[in-house]
């Protein structure tokens, strides 16, 4: 006998969305949690009770997220949610397991912070190395038989009717409503489970807080306080988000309960939770903060900022600091000191100085999907004899462009990340700036050139194989691919020709030209006029042409008297569109809007967009939008 888990099929339009989500998340899950554990036991400062705990507590939040996210995406990827009786109750048994050790390990790491705040001299003699192993062992063990006698109990009642449980993960309530016969006694030993290890800790949780709470507000010093509220709140943080979901789904496990509103509340205690605690146990914590970055620098210090030497041959730049990160780097000599830097320094992310390592992690995820993701709708449009059309063509340079794209930018940014040292020569940083909007240029073409092959394919069907035939195609590309290289080979000789003075800091993540513009010294009204007419030209003209071929195409589209007609017409197009939203609605703000000076940090974020997040969903939403690359790629996966 088997089970069949629904998990996300009643939304199988994204399923790959999905799977490209959750595989993120639980890379970011084992990298982040994984790295607190380093840290917390190479790290002689971090020798501690309370990092013993936390150690601890992030091995056990690997363990738990491993039990259900790997099936789940199995299942998204084969779109089969079998699952044989012994498999679902072994992950019955494990999540509860590791859900009650976490129940009870929280309460360890409560009872550790109230005797550090409220019997600090007794600290260090009642939590000793041996209690704390003996606490901890208690935790991982002590739910060990209960949980196993609720699992036996629950896959020995009779299961008839349906077998498809409608969750992710083989979970107590709805395995228990397929059961047949009277589950009465096994509802309430479900209560008494979940009172025993939900409710009777959160209690002793609230009452251990309760008499901190009171005991720091006692203290006469506000920076007394301040520290002592600041090494709970992180564990107050996951307590309430971890508590909260679970009392909601195991303290309400009637047939009547919402099963939409029961995997949405699961995903935040079995996904969610577990990719929140890394970021809200480094952030909220100094200590974490300092061992990761001697961890990660081997030194005790970081130095954002070493702007000590003059980057200028005749003008030195004011000093930057940590909390002056949009300083006013306008301020220009006078005419007659212009000088011409050697070197400039890319700000990136350096106004939020404790997320570097996270950021380095997150972008390193992404690039690593973007290259996966791109990589693998490049090689199935070649290797696929199904895909050998002018749309999948298209689509495959289309794909192998955007791994150039963001290989012009992403690896800088990580290395910059990695090392702290954000210079870059004028070489290099011309360079990029060349390269990104060559590739970008390509990339307005390539998507207007798709909506052209879509026009022909849907509004003169018949003509197409003449028209857009393997001639016609190479040629649309090559052009794609030369068309803007004299305009923007022209255009970054010409910024780069203007004399640089004052600060040399670039207030983004790569060489883009209107933060580069901004340090121009002198008359730079040319270089804006020049900065729009190419704007018109690459990115106006080509989404004018591409609203103009889709409003043919839905006029088209709109007289097919067949509505499966309409729908399969409308699914050829619908994720080109949705690229092209993405892309041209984000660099339009950016390049028309040049002279903003106080938006730099909103240009960054509308930067990531069009550089960063629009290559990363690109292959999910080309391969979860067509059936033929769904097909090919499930081809490519069972080979």
Known sequence: ????????????????????????????????????????????????????????????????????????????????????????????????????????????????????????????????????????????????????????????????????????????????????????????????????????PFLLIVASYGKIISNILKLSSA?????????????????????????????????????????????????????????????????????????????????????SSAYCIECSPPKVTSSSATMKHQEKPPEGNWTKPMEFVLLDFAEVPHLQWFLFGLFLIIYVMILIGNGTVFLITKLDPALQTPMYFLLGNFSFLEICYVSVILPRMLTNLWTQRRRISLVACAAQMCFFLMLGATECFLLAVMAYDRYVAICHPLHYPLVMNRKVCVLLVAGSWMGGIPIQMGQTVQIFSLPFCGSNLINHFFCDIPPVLKLACGNTAVNKTMVYIAAVLLLTVPSLWILVSYGKIILTILKLPSATSRAKAFSTCSSHLIVVTLFFGSATITYFSPKSQDLAGTNKVLSLFYTIATPLFNPMVYSLRNKDVVKALKKLLCK
């Open 1 to 200: 006998m088997e089970f069949v888990l629904l998990g996300f099929s009643d939304i199988p339009n994204i399923q790959w969305i999905l799977f490209g989500i959750f595989l993120v998340i639980y890379l970011t899950i084992l990298m982040c949690n994984s790295i607190i554990i380093l840290i917390t036991k190479t790290d002689p400062d971090l020798q501690t009770p309370m990092y013993f705990f936390l150690s601890n507590f992030s091995f056990l939040e690997i363990c738990y997220v491993t039990v259900t996210i790997p099936r789940m995406l199995m299942d998204l990827v084969s779109q089969k949610g079998n699952i044989s009786l012994l498999a679902c109750a072994t992950q019955m048994s494990f999540v509860l397991m590791l859900g009650g050790s976490e129940c009870l390990l929280l309460t360890v790491m409560a009872y550790d912070r109230y005797m550090a705040i409220c019997n600090p001299l007794h600290y260090t003699v009642v939590m000793n190395q041996k209690v704390c192993v003996q606490m901890v062992t208690a935790s991982w063990v002590s739910g060990v038989p209960v949980v196993i006698g609720q699992t036996w109990q629950i896959f020995s009642l009779p299961f008839c009717g349906s077998n498809t449980i409608n969750h992710f993960f083989c979970d107590l309530p709805p395995v228990l409503k397929l059961a047949c016969g009277d589950t009465f006694v096994n509802e309430i030993v479900v209560y008494v489970v979940a009172v025993v290890f939900i409710t009777v």
């Open 223 to 307: 920076r007394g306080k301040a520290k002592a509220f600041s090494t709970c709140s992180s564990h107050l943080i996951v307590v309430i988000l971890f508590y909260g979901t679970a009392t909601i789904t195991y303290l309400q496990p009637k047939p009547n309960q919402s099963e939409g509103i029961g995997k949405l509340i699961s995903l935040f205690y079995t996904v969610l939770i577990p990719t929140l605690n890394p970021i809200i146990y480094t952030l909220r914590n100094k200590d974490i903060v300092v061992a990761l970055k001697k961890l990660l620098t081997k030194s005790l210090r970081v130095q954002f900022y070493d702007m």
